[in-house]
């Protein structure tokens, strides 16, 4: 009779204790090692190895048929003579590496369609849900988010009504944007605000709302860079994006929480998530509306390159955090988005006069 110590744990509770196991007849048989009381009892031609026999460390046998008990063992010469005498012990090792592979090759499976989903249905599915939403509705959206900027803007300026239009500003970038919208390829609804606000942005709304911030205004330095800020975002108001964007953003929200779930941790994993995927779409709308902003300035004929030393500044100012920040960063890099700016620019006229300018710097009454 194989009798030997080993630790035993029943798979429904934490605890393990100590025990001694004998070979009694047609079983194994676990006895606490205390009060000799019977824990278990295995048919010994379900017991299995579920460990490797050359692998060092403790080894563990499972009764099989989906017992969750346990039974460790730490002395490798209890394994041999085990192995001796139930001819099936090591059944279970063979079965669990192909088990394995056949997990690993699920696995593969499953994160390569969720990959397909993300990258390539989703972009198109948004492409096409984006197109078939009225202007109407897309307007409505792009105004509640105007009024939710315009709210978070009156807070750092503090001012009631942050918007900008001092009459000669107004009619000096109204001519601006006017100009660059036949140079474009976009003749739908379009409208340029300005913000009372010092954050240097400038980004699109649904329903062809185009916002600066003053702080924009006063980045650019030159009425031909602020051109190229603002043909680039007719680029995004032209292929719908910001409307898009907001659906791709939806659904890889969605997708995600039912991957990773939204409880405790798993939060912060869809966000970190989210900010990934959705920076690389962004980096490819952004490089597209780059194209389409060279494209506008050359037609209206506007020189293109003080866009591309906007993008030097750019990287000037931020260089280390834009490296740092590179892989969630919903923009390319800016060192190559102004060379790509310089091959692609052919004209070299002026934006506008340099009392228009001096009037579109003023536009906030500064």
């Known amino acids: 009779m194989l009798r030997f110590p080993a630790r035993y744990n029943d798979g429904v509770t934490a605890r393990t204790r100590a025990v001694e196991a004998m070979l009694e007849g047609g079983a194994l048989v676990v006895l606490d090692r205390n009060d000799g009381a019977e824990l278990d009892r295995w048919p010994r031609e379900s017991v299995r190895l579920l460990d490797r026999p050359g692998e060092i460390g403790d080894k563990r046998l499972a009764a099989g048929g989906g017992d969750a008990a346990r039974l460790i063992v730490a002395d490798d010469a209890v394994i041999v003579a085990l192995m001796t005498v139930l001819p099936d012990l090591r059944r279970a090792a063979r079965a669990d590496r192909w088990t394995v592979r056949w997990v690993w090759a699920l696995g593969i499976g499953a994160m390569a369609t969720v990959l397909l989903i993300l990258f390539v249905f989703l972009p198109y599915l948004s492409g096409v849900v984006a197109s078939a939403v009225p202007d109407s509705l897309a307007r409505e959206l792009g105004e509640s988010t105007f009024e939710s900027m315009s709210e978070f803007a009156a807070l750092g300026s503090g001012k009631e009504a942050p918007s900008c239009a001092a009459p000669a500003g107004r009619a000096a970038l109204d001519g601006l944007v006017g100009r660059l919208a036949a140079a474009s390829d976009y003749d739908g609804p379009l409208e340029v605000r ?112 003080p866009m591309a030393d906007f993008f030097d500044r750019l990287l000037g100012e931020l260089a280390e955090l834009e490296e740092a920040l590179r892989i969630i960063s919903t923009h390319p890099p800016s060192a190559e988005r102004a060379a790509l700016v310089r091959m692609q620019a052919e004209a070299r006229g002026a934006a506008m006069t340099p009392a228009e300018w001096t009037a579109i710097q003023a536009i906030c009454g500064g």
Do not use: C
Request: proline content about 3%; charged content about 15%; hydrophobic content about 50%.
């Open 194 to 305: 300005v913000l009372d606000w010092k954050l240097v942005n400038a980004f699109a709304l649904p329903g062809g709302i185009v916002v600066l911030t003053e702080g924009m205004i006063d980045f650019a330095q030159s009425p031909e860079a602020l051109a190229g800020i603002l043909a680039h975002e007719i680029g995004h108001v032209a292929g719908r994006d910001p409307l898009r964007g907001m659906i791709q953003a939806a659904g890889v929200s969605v997708i995600l929480r039912l991957l990773i779930g939204d409880v405790t941790g798993g939060g912060a994993q869809v966000l970190a998530s989210e900010i990934l995927i959705n920076a690389r779409y962004s980096q490819a709308v952004e490089e597209a509306a780059d194209s389409h902003a060279v494209g506008t300035l050359n037609r209206a004929g506007i020189d293109a390159g």
